[in-house]
């Protein structure tokens, strides 16, 4: 039978790729977003400031996969920004909690994205393992909160599981494209002390682990959805050595990236080692399990060779 899968979120990075890739592999999607369209993948819609859904966006799905909620990175963060961010994870996620508590439904499982932002940004030669302590910051209690949430679902007889997403290496926006700019302009330079670890997955490799914990009856709680981890130093490195560019500047000092985006430069000077063993003792196999391969798929597709 082909499972129909509703995911939130759709319209951003993860979201557009995970369609594509579900729709190639013979699922049925649907959206669940602030408009209605129709075509290919339909699109439902939901008010989660005033915790209303279409009734009919849940009609014959048998997964849910969550992806909803505001950028982390997209703006200066202030107290505002910062209540919208824990906002909209919390506040959808309890809208698809009351709605499954109250509708009949078919959904079998729940695939909710989570980030490695749990773990908090340290300077630690800690490995974090799924089992590892959620960090104190910002980030940190934004995704605890965000799990509890989750977690309340499971409560329902549905098989949940939280994908701890690193950082995503596409072409297409995030972390890579942003590294990528200044390196192409010949003014790259690693970031901080540039010994902060970075663990990272590319973007594909990222959908095939979505689509695993959809179809993987085994596959419960938390996961991290990471492949490896590297230095900001190495990374920067190896960037510039795949698009031929030097690297001629010094580090840019931790000081300046906070005057530069305040706050939010926490996540960017410091970094974390994630381990991911437990999501390839499933089998998951990567496609892309080197940083030399992921960089290559994702710097040649920019510079349109």
Avoid at 28 to 47: I, M
Avoid at 255 to 265: D, P, R, S, T
């Amino acid at each position: 039978m082909i499972k129909k899968i509703l995911i939130t979120g759709a319209s951003g990075l993860i979201g557009a790729q995970l369609t594509k890739m579900m729709l190639q592999k013979g699922y049925q999607v649907v959206h669940l977003g602030r408009t209605k369209k129709q075509g290919e993948v339909k699109s439902y819609v939901w008010d989660v400031a005033n915790h209303k859904i279409d009734s009919e966006a849940l009609e014959g799905v048998t997964t849910i996969i969550h992806l909803a909620g505001a950028g982390v990175a997209d703006k200066r963060w202030n107290e505002a920004r910062k209540k919208e961010i824990l906002d909209s994870r919390i506040q959808s996620t309890q809208l698809l909690f009351d709605t499954l508590k109250n509708i009949n439904h078919q959904v079998e499982s729940f695939i909710s994205a989570s980030a490695i932002g749990y773990y908090g940004f340290t300077m630690e030669e800690t490995v974090f393992t799924e089992d590892s302590n959620a960090g104190s910051d910002f980030l940190a209690q934004v995704t605890r909160q965000w799990e509890q949430e989750v977690d309340k679902i499971s409560s329902l007889g549905i098989r949940t599981v939280k994908m701890r997403i690193g950082i995503v290496l596409s072409n297409r926006g995030g972390a890579l494209v942003e590294m990528a700019k200044p390196i192409r302009l010949g003014v790259g330079a690693a970031l901080g002390s540039g010994k902060q670890q970075m663990s990272w997955i590319h973007i594909d490799d990222l959908c095939a682990m979505f689509m695993k914990a959809a179809e993987d009856a085994k596959m419960n709680g938390a996961y991290n959805a990471v492949c490896d981890w590297t230095t900001n130093a190495d990374f920067t490195k190896a960037v510039a050595k795949i698009l031929n560019r030097p690297l001629l500047l010094p580090p840019v000092p931790a000081f300046a990236m906070k005057l530069l985006i305040g706050e939010m430069a926490a996540m960017i000077v410091n970094g974390s080692k994630v381990s991911s063993e437990k999501i390839r003792k499933t089998g998951f196999e990567f496609q892309y399990p080197d940083l030399q391969s992921a960089l290559i798929a994702e710097l040649i597709k920019q510079e349109g060779v």
